[in-house]
């Protein structure tokens, strides 16, 4: 009777030397090169008054991206700041969620060593159901709430929301101990629902196509790509909501104090 089996752990495809080539560690570096062709096309635009139809499509993204993220931050400054960051995160968690569900991704085997045997193995698979990808992004995402918390309120300001000493204030000091593990829980949440999603959609799809091949898939490949879409946004904007937490602490320390303290606080 034929079966389906699917690895809760990435496959190796290959090796440079000790360093394991996984297969969905190829699926990010296309994904990255994806977006670098598509950056590459709109450089060499050279950002015409009259643009072209890529060009306007971009902008249109583009532009409703920012018009989201400051929309959020409420500061033109900042959105200016953060845009870079927040729209590559998302649009790098979205073009990989998407191109793991391409028709031919999962399909395509080599056979290489996998759990101490030679088997076939995906070739490609969705960078997001790995979970060192996921756990990746989101130590990337809360190591900028943290360094930009600490670039607009000072290390020894920053710091005092976690470390209050306990002959000053005990319940300081115990709320502090909260916050660390807060911090802490965010990595752990962004990175077991971006995983968790995008793996539980690639087993659905797997188990569908080989119950009911062919036509059955397609209402939940579409499905699946409403999910891609909304894990990217959920990603992007939970982070953007750190980052403003961070930055309205640090304007409303500066509305209390007066003018030269906060000059002095700045530099």
């Not at 000790?18 to 969905?24: G, I, Y």
């Not at 500066?254 to 030269?260: L, M, Q, R, S, V």
Request: with cysteine; net charge neutral; proline share 4%.
């Amino acid at each position: 009777m034929a079966s389906i089996s699917i690895s809760l752990a990435s496959e190796a495809v290959g090796a440079v030397g000790s360093f394991q080539v996984r297969n969905t560690m190829l699926m990010a570096w296309l994904t990255m090169f994806l977006l670098f062709i598509v950056s590459a096309c709109v450089r060499a635009t050279k950002y015409a008054l009259v643009p072209s139809r890529f060009q306007a499509a971009v902008e249109i993204v583009l532009g409703s991206l920012y018009d989201l993220f400051a929309s959020i931050l409420n500061q033109d400054r900042l959105t200016k700041q953060f845009f870079p960051m927040l729209a590559t995160m998302l649009l790098f968690i979205v073009l990989g969620n998407w191109i793991g569900i391409l028709p031919g991704v999962g399909t395509i085997t080599i056979q290489a060593m996998h759990e101490g045997r030679m088997e076939a193995v995906p070739l490609l698979r969705s960078m997001n159901a790995d979970v060192n990808m996921t756990l990746a992004i989101a130590i990337i995402a809360m190591f900028a709430v943290q360094f930009y918390g600490m670039w607009e309120l000072g290390f020894r300001s920053y710091a005092g929301k976690f470390i209050v000493a306990p002959w000053k204030n005990p319940m300081g000091t115990f709320l502090g101990f909260l916050e660390v593990i807060s911090e802490f829980s965010r990595i752990i949440s962004f990175t077991f629902r971006l995983f968790g999603n995008i793996f539980a959609g690639e087993v659905l799809l797997a188990v569908i196509a080989f119950l009911v091949p062919y036509i059955a898939p397609v209402p939940f490949l579409g499905m699946e790509l409403l999910v891609g879409l909304i894990q990217g946004f959920v990603f992007a904007l939970l982070t953007t909501v750190f980052l403003k937490i961070a930055v309205t602490e640090h304007d409303a320390s500066h509305e209390d104090a007066p003018p030269a303290s906060s000059n002095h606080a700045m530099a």
